[in-house]
């Protein structure tokens, strides 16, 4: 290909995949990623400090950033708990959040997700970690529908 066309196709966004191109994308949060949401919707499921139960996460926003995908809390709802899979002391949901084994197939655009079956953990940091069973499902809100 010459320079002159790979000028233009870098320049319309038709930019050359490189091998692997492919590969799901990997899901992380950063400082912005508002857990504070995700802590109050915790707490209004009644879930304590250490406890560990399989849920759906709905609506989450992904947003791309510098090739990975930034998942943010602040539109969420609601968190429907599927199964509780370790009991909490009855302590406090602690502030912080990480994520692990979360990815996105390429052909996801940033948008509005329902997060399903993923384990919610609260030791230390509150935790959202991918199954073998997790999935995005595309969700749609009414704050967006006009």
């Known amino acids: 290909m010459s320079s002159y066309t790979s000028f233009f196709r870098n320049l319309f966004g038709l930019k050359d995949q490189p091998s692997g191109a492919r590969e799901p994308r990997q ?21 304590s400090h250490g406890e560990t139960v399989m849920a759906n996460l709905s609506p989450v ?3 791309k950033n510098r090739g990975k995908m930034v998942l943010y809390f602040c539109p969420m709802k609601s968190m429907e ?8 002391d009855g302590g ?18 940033e948008g509005l ?34």
Do not use: C, F, H
């Not at 990623?33 to 915790?42: I, R, W």
């Not at 990480?98 to 996801?108: A, F, K």
């Not at 997060?115 to 704050?143: F, P």
């Open 61 to 63: 926003r992904l947003e």
């Open 27 to 47: 899901v992380v949060v950063t400082s912005s990623s508002q857990p504070e949401v995700l802590q109050k919707v915790m707490r209004e499921e009644n879930l």
């Open 92 to 109: 406090g949901i602690p502030g912080q959040v990480t994520v692990e084994g979360l990815s996105i197939p390429r052909e996801l655009k």
């Open 113 to 146: 997700y329902t997060l399903r079956n993923v384990t919610v953990t609260s030791n230390g940091t509150m935790q959202v970690r991918a199954t073998d069973q997790t999935e995005w499902k595309a969700a749609y809100s009414d704050l967006y529908s006009w």
């Open 81 to 88: 708990v599927l199964n509780t899979l370790a009991a909490g």
